[in-house]
């Protein structure tokens, strides 16, 4: 699962961090196509998901009503220091 562009060029209009010391997602890592699936990080990024790429699965933790409140779970890179096996996404609000 490749996601990022061959060229690894930043989107035009990339966000830029809020804070020093804050590094951008989009800097660093790109959605799947369809914005919902996944995302992939660059392998040389400067960050601990540096080469690692996340699917979007069902978890097992209620939020919001949904039984199921979907998670982003590693499926390549995963054995890095510091990569997160699984990303928990609250929403801003329900």
């Not at 990339?14 to 914005?35: H, I, K, N, R």
């Not at 992939?40 to 097992?60: Q, S």
């Amino acid at each position: 699962m490749n996601l990022l562009r061959p060229d690894g060029k930043l989107l035009p209009g990339a966000a830029q961090p809020a804070e020093p010391g804050m590094v951008a997602f989009d800097s660093q890592c790109q959605l799947a196509p369809d914005g919902v699936s996944g995302f992939a990080c660059r392998a040389d990024g400067i960050t601990v998901l540096a080469g690692t790429a996340y699917r979007r699965v069902p978890g097992n933790q209620k939020v919001c009503g949904d039984r199921h409140w979907p998670v982003y779970r590693c499926v390549r890179g995963c054995s890095q220091p510091g990569a997160p096996r699984v990303f928990r996404i609250s929403p801003y609000e329900c």
